[in-house]
C-alpha cells in the first residue's frame, strides 16, 4: 500500500464518502432466506422502482452532505450493488474481503479497479487458512473495539479469525459474534445507530454476546425476528452527528430512533429489503471522521 485516502474508525463518526453500485443488474436470487421466501411468494424485483429507489436513496446521501462514489455495475452480478460486503474500510488501509458465494466472487475486481493496488491494504483469505470474511459481518464499532459475526458460510472462522487478528495487532479489542447463517450477516441483526447506541434482534444473539455489547457501553433498542428480516430493520446506515437513514417502511424502528433524538432520514427501500439488504447492505463508508478527533 502506497497512499491511504481512506479512513474510519468507527461505524458513526459523521460520514464524509461513502461507495455504491448502481443496480442496473440487480435481481433477487435464491441465495438467502429472505429472497428465498419472497421468491416463493411470487413477488419479484420491479427494475423501474429499483432505479427509483437508488436515486432516491443516492439524494438522500447527497442532501446529507455525503459525497457518493460509484462502481462500474457488471452483468452477471445481482448483488453487485450490495457494496458493504466486497471491501472494508479500516484505520489502517482498505481490505479487500472474501466473498463467499460463488455469484459474487467476481466482484472482486471491479472492486481492485476502484482502489488501485496502490490503497488496497491487506487482501483477506490469502493465507494459508484461507477462509471468507464480508464486510456485512465486520463492525468497527469505535476506535479500539471491533465485533465480527460468525455464520460459518458467509464469514467463517478462518476468514474471521486471520480479520480480527490484524486489529489484534494494533492493541485493538475484537470478538467473533457467531449466530445462524439463517441471518445472512451481523448487520441483519446488529447496527450501530450513534456512539455507544444499536439496534439488535435480541433473540439472534447469544446471551453472552448481548452481554457482552452491554458490557461495553453500548445501549441496545430491541428489534422484532419480523423486523430484522421482512424489514430489514437492524439494517441502518449511521451519518453521524445524530442522523441515521433507515428505510420508510421500518415505521415502529424509526420512531424509535426519533424518541432517541435521532434525526431519521427514510428513503423507500423495499425493493432491496425483500432481496436481503438494505441502507447498510448498499453502502461502504470510505471516509468518516474520527471519533478520536472529536
Known amino acids: 500500500m502506497t497512499a491511504n485516502r481512506w479512513f474510519i474508525d468507527s461505524e458513526t463518526g459523521h460520514l464524509d464518502d461513502v461507495l455504491l453500485c448502481p443496480p ?34 443516492v439524494d438522500c446521501l447527497r442532501s446529507a452532505g455525503v459525497t457518493c462514489h460509484f462502481l462500474t455495475p ?50 483477506a483469505g490469502k493465507g494459508t487458512a484461507g477462509g471468507h470474511v464480508e464486510g456485512g459481518d ?4 469505535r476506535p479500539g473495539l471491533l465485533a465480527v ?5 458467509r464469514t467463517d ?30 448487520d441483519v441483526v446488529f447496527t450501530m445507530v450513534a456512539e455507544n447506541l444499536a439496534l439488535v434482534a435480541p433473540d439472534a444473539l447469544a446471551d453472552a454476546d448481548l452481554d457482552w455489547f452491554r458490557d461495553q457501553g453500548i445501549r441496545l433498542l430491541p428489534v422484532t425476528y419480523k423486523e430484522a428480516m421482512r424489514d430489514m430493520a437492524c439494517n441502518v446506515l449511521a451519518l453521524g452527528d445524530g442522523r441515521v437513514v433507515s428505510p420508510r417502511h421500518s415505521t415502529r424502528v ?4 426519533r424518541a432517541e433524538g435521532l434525526t ?19 453502502t461502504m463508508p470510505l471516509r468518516r471522521r474520527s471519533l478520536l478527533r472529536g
Open 74 to 123: 457488471q452483468p452477471g452480478l445481482p448483488y453487485q450493488v450490495y457494496t458493504r460486503d466486497s471491501s472494508q474500510t479500516t484505520p489502517f488501509g482498505t481490505v479487500v474481503t472474501s466473498l463467499f458465494r460463488h455469484e459474487r466472487k467476481d466482484e472482486k475486481a471491479q472492486i481492485e479497479a476502484f482502489y488501485g493496488a496502490g490503497e488496497i491494504w491487506k487482501t
Open 157 to 186: 472462522t478462518a476468514g474471521a479469525r486471520e480479520f480480527t487478528g490484524w486489529f489484534d495487532e494494533a492493541g485493538w479489542q475484537t470478538r467473533m459474534i457467531r449466530f445462524s447463517d439463517h441471518f445472512l450477516h451481523l
Open 138 to 141: 465486520i463492525h468497527v464499532i
Open 264 to 282: 431519521v432520514l427514510d428513503p423507500e427501500l423495499d425493493q432491496f429489503s425483500q432481496g436481503g439488504g438494505s441502507i447498510h447492505c448498499m
Open 149 to 153: 459475526g460468525v455464520t460459518g458460510t
Open 254 to 257: 424509526n420512531a424509535m430512533l
Open 24 to 57: 442496473t443488474y440487480y435481481d433477487w436470487i435464491p441465495s438467502n432466506d429472505i429472497a428465498v421466501l419472497s421468491l416463493e411468494n411470487g413477488l419479484k424485483p420491479e427494475h423501474h422502482a429499483v432505479q427509483k429507489q437508488f436515486d432516491e436513496m
